[in-house]
């Protein structure tokens, strides 16, 4: 207001031109465009209008995408993000100075929908600056690109690379006071996501648990590379004239890769790191039971050094299992197995026994399935044993996890792997 600048009762005549430039340069400041929208697809809107192409956004800019819109903007720091459908985004701040980092604050409010960031400048510089809120969460970044769903009542976040931290409520003004050391922290590469729901506080759970279509298991437009979970889908086929070709020489590493999830590393002896320290890029998630995960190495054709028409025996060459009780797991071991391949019919077949250690109770396990055109071994459904696993793409090796119920809340959960 102008009489906040007064001399006495009156506006002094000589500050008088000195306040308006003033005004004007806050004016231009605050309308100054702070980023360019550069793909529009579908329905879209900013500020209520009809969005187009290399229109500019500045801050206080409203973005919404209706059920077939999405929008990429690019920011004056370089930074990205990509809205998916049924997206309501606010820019709520935007300030970016590359001489001094330590004024740099970005802050976005997602209302609902689905939002992928990657990191620019301005956060690289300074990562307290940035924070995105939801209606119920609120997230900062550690250098990132991320993958945030929300409505009203809940937030789920994907990190693809960097970290995030993330905790319930909203942060306003600077971010660096919204965090602690204990609000979770999310890694890329970590096989989880983060969840909030109102009123409560972050939970970490498993990606094997969301639905193949959503869009933190596909990272939106974008290939998120490494992290998503292979599953077969129409014709499971097996090419009845397959290549055949010649194996090359096996240098004994292993192709397949089990890891634990973290909720389950109460253990009273220390096996596999966990999956997060496995899971890297250029693997695929081929199976997953409570306790473990197993990857694989990716591959355009997984069978391709694998015979067709004929029948193969496998070793089992190493194993890692426990008794599960309730959240507790306690050592148990695999004695012997077999493993049979039968490219005639595209099943396969196999047999484990060993011994549990709080009972010192043997165990037997049975049962088989299908081998998908993909490459993976897919248990017989509805069967006592729950078998899941992947032929290896270089053709040397198998593996497989397992869980057989021993008895009420006992069951054996294990992971194997079998060479040629």
């Given at each position: 207001?102008?009489?906040?600048?007064?001399?006495?009762?009156?506006?002094?005549?000589?500050?008088?031109?000195?306040l308006?430039?003033?005004?004007?340069?806050?004016v231009?400041?605050?309308?100054?465009?702070?980023?360019?929208?550069?793909?529009?697809?579908?329905?879209?809107e900013?500020n209520?209008?009809?969005?187009?192409?290399n229109?500019?956004?500045t801050?206080?800019?409203?973005?919404?995408t209706?059920?077939?819109?999405?929008?990429?903007v690019?920011?004056?720091?370089?930074?990205?993000?990509?809205?998916?459908p049924?997206?309501?985004?606010?820019?709520?701040?935007?300030?970016?100075d590359?001489?001094?980092?330590?004024?740099?604050?970005?802050?976005?409010?997602?209302?609902?929908?689905?939002?992928?960031?990657?990191?620019?400048?301005?956060?690289?510089?300074?990562?307290a600056?940035?924070?995105?809120?939801?209606?119920?969460?609120?997230?900062?970044?550690?250098?990132?690109?991320?993958?945030?769903l929300t409505d009203?009542?809940?937030?789920?976040?994907?990190?693809?690379?960097?970290?995030?931290?993330?905790?319930?409520?909203?942060?306003?003004?600077?971010?660096?006071?919204?965090?602690?050391?204990?609000?979770?922290?999310l890694?890329?590469?970590?096989?989880?996501?983060?969840e909030?729901?109102?009123g409560?506080?972050?939970?970490?759970?498993?990606?094997?648990?969301?639905?193949?279509?959503?869009?933190?298991?596909?990272?939106?437009?974008?290939?998120?590379?490494?992290?998503?979970?292979?599953?077969?889908?129409?014709n499971?086929?097996?090419?009845?004239?397959?290549?055949n070709l010649?194996?090359?020489?096996?240098?004994?590493e292993?192709?397949?890769?089990w890891?634990?999830?973290?909720?389950?590393?109460?253990?009273?002896?220390?096996g596999?790191?966990?999956?997060?320290?496995?899971?890297?890029l250029?693997k695929?998630?081929?199976?997953?039971t409570?306790?473990?995960?197993?990857?694989?190495?990716?591959a355009?054709?997984?069978?391709?050094?694998w015979?067709?028409?004929?029948?193969?025996?496998?070793?089992?060459?190493?194993?890692?299992?426990?008794?599960?009780?309730?959240t507790?797991?306690?050592?148990?071991r695999?004695?012997?197995?077999?493993?049979?391949?039968?490219?005639?019919?595209?099943?396969?077949?196999?047999q484990?026994?060993?011994?549990?250690?709080q009972?010192?109770t043997?165990?037997?396990?049975q049962?088989?399935?299908?081998?998908?055109?993909?490459?993976?071994?897919?248990?017989?459904?509805?069967?006592?044993?729950?078998?899941?696993?992947a032929l290896?793409?270089?053709?040397?090796?198998?593996?497989?996890?397992f869980?057989?119920?021993?008895?009420?809340?006992?069951?054996?959960?294990?992971?194997?792997?079998?060479?040629?």
């Open positions: 207001m102008l009489s906040h600048f007064v001399s006495g009762d009156r506006i002094s005549p000589v500050r008088l031109p000195v308006l430039l003033l005004l004007l340069l806050a231009k400041a605050h309308a100054a465009a702070v980023g360019t929208v550069q793909f529009v697809s579908g329905q879209a900013l209520g209008q009809p969005l187009t192409p229109a500019a956004l801050v206080g800019s409203t973005l919404k209706g059920a077939d819109g999405f929008v990429h690019r920011f004056i720091d370089a930074a990205f993000i990509s809205l998916r049924g997206s309501v985004l606010h820019i709520n701040a935007y300030h970016y590359p001489e001094r980092p330590g004024e740099n604050r970005v802050e976005f409010f997602l209302e609902r929908g689905n939002l992928r960031s990657i990191t620019g400048h301005s956060g690289q510089a300074n990562k600056g940035f924070m995105l809120n939801t209606p119920v969460a609120a997230i900062g970044i550690r250098g990132t690109d991320f993958v945030t009203r009542l809940n937030t789920r976040v994907r990190v693809v690379s960097g970290a995030v931290v993330m905790r319930a409520g909203s942060c306003s003004g600077r971010a660096s006071g919204c965090w602690s050391g204990n609000d979770p922290l890694s890329a590469n970590d096989a989880h996501y983060l909030v729901q109102q409560r506080q972050p939970v970490l759970k498993n990606l094997i648990d969301l639905p193949s279509d959503s869009p933190l298991r596909t990272g939106g437009q974008e290939p998120v590379g490494g992290g998503d979970i292979l599953e077969d889908s129409g499971n086929t097996i090419p009845l004239e397959h290549n010649e194996l090359a020489e096996f240098n004994g292993p192709e397949l890769d890891g634990r999830w973290r909720a389950s590393d109460t253990l009273e002896q220390p596999t790191p966990l999956v997060s320290e496995q899971y890297t250029g695929e998630m081929v199976a997953s409570t306790t473990f995960g197993l990857m694989r190495t990716t355009a054709d997984p069978l391709r050094y015979p067709s028409g004929t029948t193969l025996g496998l070793n089992l060459s190493a194993s890692e299992a426990y008794l599960r009780e309730g507790r797991l306690y050592p148990a695999v004695d012997q197995g077999i493993l049979t391949l039968d490219f005639n019919r595209n099943r396969f077949a196999t484990l026994s060993g011994t549990e250690s009972g010192n043997q165990w037997q396990l049962g088989g399935g299908e081998i998908t055109a993909k490459g993976l071994l897919k248990g017989t459904p509805n069967a006592a044993v729950s078998l899941q696993g290896s793409s270089e053709g040397h090796q198998a593996g497989y996890l869980s057989l119920p021993l008895g009420p809340q006992r069951t054996v959960e294990g992971a194997t792997l079998w060479s040629r």
